[in-house]
């Protein structure tokens, strides 16, 4: 090996683009990159005073409901209040608090603070706290209608990308593993195998039959990727899908759960929009239900399946604190012993985020005097999503040259744009994507920014972009004829 | 290359500790490590009613001061509840909350409320709210009286923790790479380079000399390391000391970063016990400062320093939000985009941590409602802590066989013993290391958690332990009797 000439005075910097981690220099995230990136800078422009043909940057880029003004559900904001400063429930300050919060609030952080110890301001088990994972547990049990989760295999998470980020690593190494993803995908998925060097094996999910997938390509896939000396591992579904939005039925999520028998594959559930659901035809079932459910007494003993859920979507929406958790099954106690020291090196998930999973997973229930306040709160939010979604679906689908599928389930709707070729051309000059470029053109033409499909992946020569539906309800009429005469004048400008 | 063979029905399971991730499985972090996950079960065992020489479990193997009923900050707490429930800033309630609330805590959740934009349950920036990166940036100018800051190079994250592993993780890619960690060290950095697969390059702290390091050493080190064919990109210096307590002089800092310059190395600074300083003699001068004060000009504009903070320690103590920040001086942009865009894909540092930052970077000032209730909070744990510093160093010094260096700053002491060949015979038995072994009869026959030297690292043939002085003050006399105690029992029962 030669040995590096170090000199003393070189005037180059030790970390430049060159000598960094390769690895981290590959990673891609469309929903934060490039275009989101320059939505901040005219924000910021705008704000100095900068005239745009707009008053507002909308970001539809990223599911953040609170950023468009969702409002908190009340009940959890009382509660985390209340943990957050104890003194409010001293008995001297008993008769103004009273005024201030319903008793079961009051009741609820006491249980709370009794459960996580001395101090919401400590680190807890590694893990969470085993009072919410046992809440968690319940509500597995419940939401399944099954046998009970055991809090052992529960792990507390920042969000559920922290959780996603550690099982991927946890099963791969370098390129020769491989992960089955979805194609379009959520790009966590693609960065945390591009930083551990691992092989992404995409599938594709089929846009004409409402994203579904089918089993017979998955076991093309594994098998070419075998042959082609890549380890695949693991198969991760999205379901609802992000940035796809379909909801797969029960008898899809029994044939995937052979398929991962069969294959030798570890399933990871992507169930972070498991509330945001809007047809009656395809309610949300887990893959935990289906599991266990499995008509194959082999299967359901056999097949690993990691589930991953979240504060931040759903009628919650609480995003900014970064809570979750995953549920393991069927995985070896010495794996779960691993992935507890992983989570010790980073101490603890940060409390707060444990308090709204305990409250997600078990709000104020019939007869309980926040209850009717939850149930009102939570049911405008859902009832809107639902209105706003159709009503988005309903104006993409007006739109010349747009095709889009209806949104199942999450908070997102991804339409083919068919572009013009001047359009293509143009963005070839510019070097970007054709969906990138139009995308671009669509913030600085109306202040909306979503993410172009290029980030999510798609089939050669289709062209998407992924918007949410959470501009708040009485701007979405100006919305969607912002985006309608944005894209008129860009199909005119660029038309063949 | 030879194709694996999938068989369909080996009831075997995909993820085992033969098919994970193998440097995941070299991460070892002692903090939460055996003993600590042993003292759980102690704990659990004396709720179940099982009887131990002791009644309850002191986990001394941690930085986690709530934990141990220190108090946290009343104005902290009371400003982020009131940012959790906005509800109690409206006008109606008003007549209530002002019976509650100091004025100028409502003040200033109403302005952070304001910087943080429509909710605290919203993802913020990627790299943290911007305007509490310019209380992090007046700060830094502030307590080092210096130039200015810049917000775009400060990076709030969940905890100092994982600051350092996005940097380390930045500077690193394989075993050809190799940072420079003291030793002992906080094993978080062995973790994190384990994890990359990246090589640490160890350099000695002399204990003799109060834990200081000495610039010869490093020279040797790193040029016997590249010799060597290792990649040294990097110096870590843990000031004040984790787990050894020293503080380091300006001279000594000034040194370290002309070295720094000499060697071509970043300097990555771990100030997270800043506050925690209990000598006159030794106060904290952070490297920003040894840096922007630097007598030579070209050491000043090139070396790169990225110094981490932390809410967790100090007087605050908040470690179960998981907040911090982490500055950047002399990097190149490209690579602070490279750090935006991985803070990206993690979304962003969760919102409640974030708030504490800024409560901690700016706290009540003179003449504010809330300033004497403040400093009395915050002068009653410094002196406590103090006071039990010194009381815990005392003891240790009078055990037979222990010496232990003065706590300048920090936590924690790291006393070292010197073990009975019996001891040491007894440990091996057991397949234990001997500090391991004495720290585990520790725990079962006093309740006192601890973590074993092996841990952090030592000198071959050397023993330590590493302990907190975070057991209340009322305590604190039973606690040092126990551990006296215990040690004069162990050493009776192995002696030569």
């Known amino acids: 090996m030669t040995v590096k000439e170090y000199k003393a005075h070189p005037g180059e910097k030790v970390l430049t683009i060159n000598s960094m981690n390769n690895y981290i220099k590959k990673v891609e995230y469309a929903v934060r990159g490039r275009i989101a990136i320059r939505a901040e800078e005219i924000r910021d422009e705008l704000s100095a005073g900068k005239k745009f043909p707009f008053d507002t940057v909308v970001n539809c880029n990223i599911g953040n409901p609170q950023q468009l003004n969702q409002k908190p559900i009340t009940f ?6 209340l943990c957050e400063n104890p003194d409010l429930l ?73 959780g996603v980020q550690t099982i991927l690593t946890m099963l791969t190494q370098d390129s020769h593993s491989g992960i089955m993803i979805p194609i379009p995908q959520y790009p966590l998925y693609s960065a945390t195998l591009s930083l551990v060097g691992a092989t992404p094996v995409p599938y594709y999910l089929d846009e004409r039959q409402q994203w ?20 695949v591992r693991a198969l ?15 008898e899809n999520l029994t044939e995937i759960l052979t398929f991962c028998y069969n294959q030798q594959l570890v399933l990871l559930a992507d169930e972070v929009y498991q509330t945001n659901i809007y047809t009656k035809e395809r309610p949300f079932i887990s893959f935990r239900k289906a599991l266990l459910d499995h008509p194959l007494e082999h299967v359901k003993k056999q097949v690993e399946l990691v589930s991953f859920h979240s504060i931040s979507k759903g009628m919650v929406g609480e995003c900014g604190r970064r809570g979750g958790y995953f549920e393991c099954i069927n995985l070896n106690q010495d794996i ?57 679906e ?33 963005a070839q000059r510019r070097g970007l994507a054709p969906d990138a470029f139009y995308s671009e053109e669509m913030l600085e033409a109306t202040g909306v920014c979503v993410v172009p499909g290029s980030g999510f992946g798609q089939v050669e020569g289709t062209y998407h972009f992924r918007s949410t539906f959470l501009p708040e309800e009485h701007l979405f009429d100006a919305f969607c004829s912002n985006i309608e005469a944005f894209h008129a004048k860009f199909l005119n400008q660029y038309k063949d």
Do not use: W
Not at 97 to 113: E, F, G, M
Not at 236 to 250: A, D, F, H, R
């Open 336 to 392: 779960l012993d691993q992935i507890y020291k992983m989570a010790s090196v980073s101490l603890c998930p940060n409390i707060h985020g444990q308090i709204l999973v305990d409250l997600m997973c078990h709000p104020p229930q019939p007869n309980d005097p926040s209850y009717p306040l939850y149930r009102e709160e939570y049911e405008a939010i859902y009832q809107s999503l639902k209105r706003r979604s159709q009503r988005l």
């Open 212 to 231: 579904g997938l089918d089993i017979e390509q998955l076991t093309r896939i594994v098998k070419e990727a075998r042959h082609n000396g890549t380890d």
């Open 90 to 162: 001293s008995d001297d300050k008993a008769h103004l608090v009273s005024q201030l919060y319903p008793s079961d609030a009051i009741t609820r952080a006491k249980q709370l603070l009794k459960d996580i110890g001395p101090s919401i301001g400590a680190y807890s088990h590694s893990q969470g706290v085993p009072a919410i994972r046992r809440t968690v547990a319940n509500f597995l049990e419940k939401r399944d209608n099954s046998s009970p989760a055991n809090i052992n295999h529960i792990y507390l998470t920042q969000g559920a990308s922290s």
């Open 236 to 250: 991760v579904i999205i379901n609802p899908g992000n940035p796809t939005g379909q909801c797969l039925t029960k």
């Open 76 to 81: 959890f904001r009382q509660v985390a209040s």
């Open 394 to 426: 309903d104006a993409f689908n007006a739109m010349e040259g747009v095709s889009c599928q209806p949104a199942q389930g999450s908070m997102y709707l991804f339409p083919t744009i068919t572009l013009p070729k001047k359009a293509i051309q143009e």
